[in-house]
């Protein structure tokens, strides 16, 4: 078994050109799911991996479900499952995918949440006016965040020669290792142009490129931290609730699109792979003006009067 997880490992480094992140969640899942086959206490016909049948993935889905796991979370270990038997079957391992008539469990639609322009901005006025290094490095984040839409990830990742001052624009590596050109506004490159300065001292002088956003120590910032940072920021601007850390990517889409931008340049902007994902924010767009036409249109208040 270890020989066959080193080869998926392998597989996914090499020709799906996943993330180190995206790996160690797939290997997680299927060592969850040897360690399920290993348990005499679940009485299954089999405890081989290489010996599942539909039957015991659906004991699987059952068991999961028994440990009150959410519907996503059940959905991605089984995607899991499903891209090793995959490969199992393509490299000639086993002949039969156990994976075969198994549905993952139905997912229930949810709307990104997203702030308004002027929470939005409050957010990025309750950590501006200081000049300790940490506070121009948080509105820098949040700056860049909301400016250009990257994801956590994306944003932890970038170094410092990512950032086109000249062309305003930001080099992104995205998921699969994909690059994109995003354009970046005036304020965000303000503002991380002044954390560089402030931080000048503190980076050593290398010729090969650093992380643009550093932790207390002078690494690289972590996704996490990040998170706690947007986390904090709308804690203090009190704008009265908590807020996802992608509300600011969230954001930046839906105020975009209600604009006037279309659909496959937020998609490039966002680096979505389908348009459908995009769209999402299109249904977001109509339900806030159904509830806009609903507060102000005359024919609409006298409907509700009428009720």
């Not at 699987?60 to 995959?86: D, E």
Request: hydrophobic share 40%; aromatic share 8%.
């Amino acid at each position: 078994m270890k020989d066959l997880l080193a080869d998926f490992r392998t597989f996914l480094e090499v020709e799906r050109n996943l993330s180190g992140h995206t790996r160690r969640a797939y290997l997680t899942d299927l060592k969850e799911y040897e360690s399920f086959l290993k348990d005499p206490s679940n009485h299954l016909a089999t405890t081989e991996i290489c010996d599942s049948t539909p039957e015991t993935i659906r004991a699987y889905m059952a068991f999961l479900h028994g440990r009150g796991l959410k519907k996503i979370s059940v959905n991605r270990k089984i995607s899991s499952l499903k891209a090793f038997y995959a490969y199992l079957i393509r490299t000639g391992v086993i002949k039969l995918n156990p994976m075969t008539g198994i549905r993952a469990p139905k997912m229930e639609k949810h709307m990104p949440t997203f702030l308004s322009v002027d929470e939005a901005f409050e957010i990025m006025k309750a950590v501006s006016g200081k000049s300790d290094s940490s506070s121009l490095r948080d509105l820098a984040i949040l700056e860049l965040f909301y400016s250009s839409g990257l994801r956590l990830s994306e944003l932890a990742g970038l170094n410092t020669d990512d950032v086109n001052f000249a062309a305003e624009q930001v080099k992104v590596r995205g998921k699969g290792k994909k690059e994109r050109i995003v354009p970046v506004g005036s304020p965000a490159l303000e503002a991380v142009g002044a954390y560089l300065a402030a931080t000048k001292e503190k980076r050593k002088q290398q010729e090969f490129s650093q992380p643009l956003f550093l932790n207390k120590w002078g690494g690289r910032i972590t996704s996490r931290s990040i998170a706690r940072i947007v986390d904090a920021a709308a804690m203090k601007s009190g704008i009265g609730r908590k807020i996802s850390p992608h509300a600011l990517r969230h954001s930046f889409a839906t105020h975009l699109l209600n604009a006037g931008a279309d659909l496959r340049s937020i998609q490039e902007m966002l680096g979505h792979e389908s348009l459908s994902t995009t769209q999402k924010y299109t249904a977001l767009n109509i339900s806030r003006l159904m509830e806009v036409y609903d507060k102000a249109h005359p024919r609409a208040r006298a409907g509700r009067e009428e009720k």
